[in-house]
């Protein structure tokens, strides 16, 4: 997509839903102007190359932009054979189709489809005029040249006029792009059947703006969830945007910035962003008008989003805005319509995922069948966890996961640790139980009151630490932590008679 800030993370890492490849001189400022436009107004992220001096070589930045593109649109015109650059393009397009299944749609404007298949008549001409300057790539052009002419493409002497030609392509291109939706989402683990249940809650919205919230602790997946709705359904909105890190861009004095960037792409109006101070309300009349997507997310105060856009309720009837928070205070305030909350994933998902990233694939080696279960009782479901854990692991002998584990077992990974550091400090007094990797996180942060000395800790849990201080004196002043460490030698002195009680009974 065209900026970081507008678009969810994609997992195919596609910069661009379509590429043009056409000749400038012949279509410029006619018909493919009037497809890039159709385009862009369907939210189709469009490349269309307006540098007009062009040299014989294609720069190694467009190359890679055709590469991450996930459809090309060829428009063969009269003279575009005559074109070395075009050529360069199309041998570029069919290598990407090979290599990465690229979707490549096949224009022939005002040229006969059988010409460009043949390389004759007035568009064989042009192509062969190329044969002096290089002679040693005209055999594969011209393979080149068959091979798009053979694929299904669109006639504009078939389907005439050319207002109808335009919507044509633009239709097939938004199938095209929900076909491929379909497929990507697939290899997202545990998230199609979640896309489903928000896509039933959205299409239950009554009249009027649909807010919906998703809530749930940091490295849950609600930025994927949301960012794969996003992508799947967009196209169906006169504008929409997804605004990446709320929070963060309050924490680092952007919010400024994105406001500007979101009614930009909300109005299609690049002018916005060159004022120096814009005013939501004086835009509110041409946002009352359209019927819009936008995500917020990471939102962590509902005067984030009053910043960025004002009142949830003034675009048009059908616009849908989807919140994702650690807060599920946030949602309350927010008045959303209903709060999704997401959940750890199932045990055959977590287990997927894992074994992907620690295994490279979806085989779990024999080997460390009893380590990786204990792996994913420590990630209990998390998706992050499953991940950042699953790449440590990655590689490692058995000998470096067993002492993995039992490093884990006392010291959270940091990198999981920093993201549930955030969950937890947005959570008030009274929320502040939670899931097992909250509480190792918790207790992480007070094993670093005094990594030296755990007798100066507010608290101790870890039976070594408390005997370490009971057997040296050096336990504090505090309280807390006296009782703790009496109400352990309690429970032990507990289970030591339970046990001794037992073994009596069974040996009488």
């Not at 490549?104 to 043949?118: A, C, E, G, L, W």
């Not at 909350?341 to 287990?351: N, R, Y």
């Not at 002043?477 to 309690?490: D, H, T």
Request: charged share 30%; hydrophobic share 35%.
């Amino acid at each position: 997509m065209a900026s970081s800030s507008s678009s969810p993370p994609r997992n195919d890492k596609k910069m661009y839903d379509v590429f043009l490849s056409f000749r400038g001189e012949d279509t410029r400022d006619n018909f493919t102007s009037h497809l890039y436009s159709a385009l862009c107004q369907n939210n189709v992220e469009t490349f269309i190359d307006n540098d007009l001096k062009r040299g014989d070589e294609i720069p190694e930045s467009l190359l890679g932009t055709i590469e991450a593109s996930t459809i090309s649109i060829i428009i063969f015109s009269e003279k575009y054979a005559s074109s070395k650059w075009c050529l360069d393009e199309l041998l570029k397009i069919l290598e990407c189709k090979r290599n990465y299944g690229q979707i490549v749609i096949p224009v022939f404007y005002r040229v006969d489809p059988s010409h460009v298949r043949k390389q004759i008549g007035s568009f064989g001409d042009s192509f062969f005029m190329l044969e002096e300057r290089f002679p040693y790539k005209m055999r594969n052009w011209r393979s080149a040249l068959t091979e798009a002419a053979d694929l299904s493409g669109f006639d504009s002497c078939v389907i005439r006029p050319e207002s109808r030609l335009v919507a044509d392509i633009a239709n097939e291109v938004l199938e095209r792009l929900d076909d491929t939706f379909q497929s990507e989402s697939k290899d997202l683990i545990g998230v199609e059947w979640r896309i489903k249940e928000i896509e039933s809650l959205l299409r239950t919205g009554s009249a009027g703006v649909y807010k919906l919230g998703i809530w749930g602790i940091g490295g849950i997946g609600k930025t994927t969830i949301a960012g794969a709705v996003f992508n799947k359904i967009s196209r169906h909105f006169e504008g929409s945007y997804f605004a990446c890190n709320v929070r963060a861009a309050e924490e680092t004095g952007r919010l400024d910035d994105l406001r500007k960037e979101l009614l930009s792409k909300l109005l299609n109006d690049r002018n916005v962003k060159n004022f120096q101070n814009i005013s939501v309300n004086f835009q509110s009349k041409r946002l009352a008008r359209k019927k819009v997507l936008i995500v917020f997310d990471d939102v962590n105060h509902p005067r984030q989003i009053e910043l960025l856009i004002g009142r949830l309720d003034r675009f048009a009837s059908g616009s849908q805005v989807i919140i994702t928070t650690r807060d599920k205070q946030v949602l309350t305030n927010c008045e959303v319509d209903h709060i999704y909350q997401m959940k750890e994933l199932v045990h055959a998902d977590a287990h997927k995922l894992f074994t992907q990233c620690a295994f490279r694939g979806d085989h779990l080696d024999a080997g460390y069948t009893e380590l990786a279960h204990k792996a994913l009782k420590y990630a209990q479901g998390v998706p992050l966890a499953l991940k950042v854990l699953g790449c440590y692991l990655c590689g490692r002998s058995k000998e470096e996961w067993e002492s993995a584990m039992r490093k884990l077992e006392i010291v959270p990974h940091m990198e999981i640790q920093e993201v549930l550091k955030i969950s937890y400090d947005s959570l008030d007094d009274s929320q502040k139980r939670m899931h097992d990797l909250l509480r190792a996180m918790g207790r992480e942060i007070v094993r670093k009151e005094s990594i030296v000395d755990p007798g100066k800790r507010s608290r101790l849990w870890h039976d070594e630490d408390i005997y370490e201080v009971l057997k040296k004196n050096t336990v504090s002043s505090n309280r807390f932590l006296i009782v703790s460490c009496l109400f352990y030698i309690y429970i032990s002195s507990l289970s030591e008679f339970f046990f001794l009680t037992k073994y009596r009974l069974n040996n009488a």
